[in-house]
């Protein structure tokens, strides 16, 4: 499956924007999914979006949902994460992951299990 490896995080005050990206490298076969998931410490971690790379059809938590917009470049194998309206709650280590080989076509967030392949995570600071 390759590697995961994210993008474009950093340090914003509350209610700017970040875009978020995530290149599924090294594949020989382009994933069925690919999705964002942030964690902060002491929490579990928590889902933010994904995307079904092939139909496009998108999935996403409700504290994002308006603000946050999930994409992706099939020929690339890679997934973006527009951010915008940050809020401090948005502060979070913020993971990509890859579902390979899955035939889920569910209309919720892919079950968390199928996600299998994960980057190393970029940081997102949203300040007051």
């Known amino acids: 499956q390759g590697e995961l490896v994210e993008f474009g995080g950093g340090s914003v005050q509350a209610g700017g924007s970040l875009k978020l990206s995530c290149e599924a490298s090294g594949i020989t076969r382009i994933p069925a999914y690919m999705g964002w998931f942030r964690q902060v410490p002491g929490k579990e971690r928590e889902d933010v979006a994904a995307?079904?790379?092939?139909?496009?059809?998108?999935f996403y938590t409700d504290s994002v949902k308006g603000r946050f917009t999930i994409t992706r470049d099939i020929a690339k194998s890679t997934v973006y994460l527009q951010m915008n309206s940050l809020k401090p709650e948005d502060t979070a280590m913020y993971y990509c992951?890859?579902?390979?080989?899955?035939?889920?076509?569910?209309?919720?967030?892919?079950?968390?299990?199928?996600?299998?392949?994960w980057g190393q995570g970029t940081q997102v600071t949203v300040s007051s």
């Open positions: 992951a890859a579902v390979y080989g899955a035939h889920y076509s569910g209309s919720v967030f892919p079950p968390r299990y199928l996600f299998k392949s």
């Open positions: 995307i079904h790379m092939r139909d496009g059809i998108t």
